[in-house]
């Protein structure tokens, strides 16, 4: 994306976080980041970042406009394209609400790294044990092989 267009989205995220207080280093940032994606896919990781828990706060979060930039591209940025191995998802949690539901993606930047079969499901299983000790709750490992999920 050119300079101009990232100096526009981030135009854009202070129309929508009107409350957003930020420094011209904060969003030299988000400029420096956005312009190694496509500027229409990030348009909508932005309304969708917007209208999601994550983007129910004061300001908008770098981490998860680009999360969601991966998910619905299917693409880091113009230099490779990811593939997604596994990811896992909370399913209770005993502290708090706002993480069930959260999934986190575990990416690859190309085919031969996934991990298949057993050694696939065991990084799986690892992780989503490993969520829980660092967040606290319940997480269950999913594999996701082209467009087929297996839940562990």
Request: proline share 3%; charged share 30%.
């Amino acid at each position: 994306m050119e300079n101009d267009q990232a100096k526009g989205l981030v135009f854009r995220l202070k129309k929508l976080w009107p409350l957003w207080k930020t420094t011209e280093e904060e969003e030299q940032v988000f400029y420096r980041k956005f312009k190694y994606y496509e500027y229409e896919n990030m348009n909508i990781a932005i309304e969708q970042h917007k209208t999601s828990k994550q983007g129910s706060t004061a300001s908008p979060k770098l981490y998860h406009i680009l999360e969601v930039y991966k998910s619905i591209s299917g693409k880091t940025s113009r230099k490779g394209t990811p593939v997604v191995g596994y990811e896992i998802e909370c399913i209770a949690h005993e502290e708090t609400t706002h993480r069930i539901g959260e999934r986190i993606k575990f990416w690859a930047t190309d085919i031969k790294y996934v991990y298949r079969g057993k050694k696939q499901e065991a990084a799986a299983i690892e992780s989503a044990e490993a969520a829980g000790g660092i967040f606290g709750g319940q997480w269950i490992p999913r594999l996701i092989n082209h467009d087929i999920e297996v839940v562990l």
